[in-house]
């Protein structure tokens, strides 16, 4: 088992950035490929951005277009993502999720932290 607990959510203002953590604790953090999603009210989870176990390679919804970034600390068992140019059909509740594959669907992943509450005000 992988317990995943997110933070650095929060309140920013339309433009602005944020970096969002995500501590791993449980079993080996570098065995295990890592997720970004989120879920807006109403809306089905989306996938953000994946890292593979090293972090050399990466994989992003292109809907982004280069605002985030995925990045890992494995001698800190941490994976960041960096968000930037917020806008406010950015605000949602981010995931992060652990995974044996490097995948952009939700069903891959079998370890899922408890989320972080992003808003973004206009």
């Known amino acids: 088992q992988v317990q995943l607990v997110e933070s650095g959510g929060g309140l920013v203002q339309t433009g602005g950035s944020l970096r969002l953590s995500c501590a791993a604790s449980g079993r080996t953090f570098s065995g295990y490929y890592m997720g970004w999603f989120r879920q807006a009210p109403g809306k089905e989870r989306e996938f953000l951005a994946a890292?593979?176990?090293?972090?050399?390679?990466?994989s992003y919804a292109d809907s982004l277009k280069g605002r985030f970034t995925i990045s890992r600390d494995n001698a800190k068992n941490t994976v960041y993502l960096q968000l930037s140019s917020l806008k406010p059909e950015d605000t949602a509740v981010y995931y992060c999720?652990?995974?044996?594959?490097?995948?952009?669907?939700?069903?891959?992943?079998?370890?899922w932290g408890q989320g972080t509450q992003v808003t973004v005000s206009s």
């Open positions: 999720a652990a995974s044996t594959l490097l995948r952009t669907v939700p069903g891959a992943y079998a370890y």
């Open positions: 890292l593979s176990l090293s972090g050399r390679t990466t």
